[in-house]
């Protein structure tokens, strides 16, 4: 019996029945393949669909030009065509083999005419199984699985079609992906695809690091992420991109216990949102620790951590190319995960404005991530850090009724402080916008008046 997900990408009007019958009559076999199965099997959405044939990418082209509103050609070097219909992205790769020499970035792609050929060489057998599309109502649809994928699929398993250490030799980032399946399916690695991640993740080196960028955000928001997260730091894979988290497992003391750091961090991960860069943020938000342990009379610390933290952060994320604005929004998140703590006596109106400032529109994330930063077995601890939450957002919203706290600025604007003083753009505008915004944070909102008066004051005493 055909799943009903199959069932409708499979059924006659169908965009994947149209595709088969072009390349029917062109002479060429068109199976869906990989991904698209793996997820209509487990009945998972999939907005793209992924197909393979024996057609070369000019003869894929030729033949879905005609019935694409668009192309998308930059995977054709790789055998990969794009064929947007009806917003839908419908990928057709020639059957190929792909490597990676020991030195190189790249794959060196060979094209085959043969499906098992090209299932074989596929990350994982739950994404090495095709279906050869009919192309009309008396022809039945083929299911082609050498690899036993649908047993993997029905057992949670992950493993590869080949030898892993062949699989993981055509393309290390493999490596990267069995977590990232970990992570987003819940399923599980065999021991032998385990075994060849410690023994060969130093191959890891010759991806370029946009690609693992790539793997790394997929991970991050699965809703296993925890167990991914171990299994790269026991395999020694998550050494070789981000070697700040294996570094969390600090040595046990036997006189000053403290928190498994390392373990801490992944269950804060755990337990946030499924938001990239919450989630980035939690996994990062200790890293500090280590550079910063000391220990004294009254057991271990780990003094101003967020700061260095901050730091180690901004400077990871840069080598794994994030964009400029998710690198600040982690960072940020990092250095001010701890400043909830230090309002243990109250929140004053000037601390609350001071924070929302800081805060700006990761307010949410930073709210989110220091809740989830109590991963403490003391219950009273943890109601404590919680109640101190909730006072502040109770804070946050008694003053959002009283101001303007989103949009923190004084009543006057640089241009108008130079009309006033009759000056140029320079130093003293921009000293005199501070102590305007000052007295902002300080003592809420105040009129145009009053900040001419501070000028007028502030021009009588400076020299």
């Avoid at 082209?61 to 668009?70: F, L, N, Q, S, Y």
């Avoid at 219909?85 to 020991?102: K, L, P, W």
């Amino acid at each position: 019996m055909i799943p009903p997900r199959l069932q409708t990408l499979l059924a006659s009007g169908a965009a994947s029945r149209e595709l088969a019958g072009l390349f029917a009559d062109a002479g060429h076999r068109l199976y869906l393949v990989g991904g698209s199965v793996r997820d209509a099997l487990l009945d998972r959405p999939n907005s793209d669909l992924d197909f393979a044939t024996d057609a070369r990418p000019d003869e894929i082209e030729e033949i879905v030009r005609p019935w694409a509103a668009d192309l998308y050609l930059a995977g054709k070097t790789y055998g990969t065509i794009g064929a947007i219909r009806s917003g839908r992205i419908h990928e057709i790769t020639t059957f190929r083999s792909e490597i990676y020499r020991d030195e190189s970035r790249k794959p060196e792609v060979t094209y085959s005419n043969d499906i098992e050929e090209d299932l074989s060489r596929r990350d994982f057998t739950v994404n090495a199984m095709a279906i050869r599309i009919p192309t009309s109502d008396n022809d039945a649809p083929e299911m082609v699985d050498p690899w036993g994928g649908l047993v993997d699929l029905h057992s949670r398993l992950l493993r590869t079609p080949l030898d892993p250490r062949i699989s993981f030799g055509d393309d290390p980032l493999r490596m990267l992906r069995l977590f990232r399946f970990v992570s987003r399916l819940g399923f599980v690695p065999d021991e032998a695809t385990l075994d060849a991640v410690r023994t060969m993740h130093e191959r890891l080196e010759i991806i370029s690091a946009e690609r693992i960028k790539g793997e790394l955000d997929r991970l991050m928001i699965g809703d296993h992420v925890g167990p991914a997260l171990w299994g790269l730091v026991e395999t020694g894979l998550a050494g070789e991109f981000i070697p700040e988290l294996p570094a969390l497992a600090l040595e046990v003391d036997p006189v000053h216990h403290h928190k498994d750091v390392l373990a801490h961090s992944i269950a804060v991960v755990e337990k946030t949102s499924p938001r990239l860069e919450l989630r980035l943020a939690a996994l990062f938000h200790d890293i500090g620790k280590p550079d910063t342990r000391e220990f004294g009379p009254g057991g271990v610390s780990f003094h101003h951590h967020e700061v260095v933290g901050a730091r180690m952060t901004r400077r990871r994320m840069k080598q794994l190319r994030y964009s400029k604005k998710t690198t600040e929004d982690v960072s940020r998140l990092v250095f001010l995960h701890m400043r909830p703590h230090t309002f243990k006596m109250g929140w004053t109106d000037s601390a609350v404005r001071r924070y929302v400032r800081d805060a700006g529109d990761l307010l949410r994330d930073l709210n989110e991530l220091v809740r989830c930063d109590v991963t403490t077995r003391s219950k009273r601890r943890e109601r404590a850090i919680s109640r101190r939450i909730d006072e502040l957002e109770e804070r946050i919203a008694e003053l959002r009724e009283k101001e303007e706290l989103d949009a923190l600025r004084p009543p006057i604007d640089g241009n108008q402080v130079m009309e006033y003083l009759g000056i140029e753009p320079g130093r003293q505008v921009g000293e005199i916008m501070r102590m305007l915004y000052e007295r902002r944070i300080e003592e809420g909102p105040y009129s145009e008046d009053e900040a001419y008066e501070l000028i007028d004051r502030w021009a009588d005493e400076s020299p």
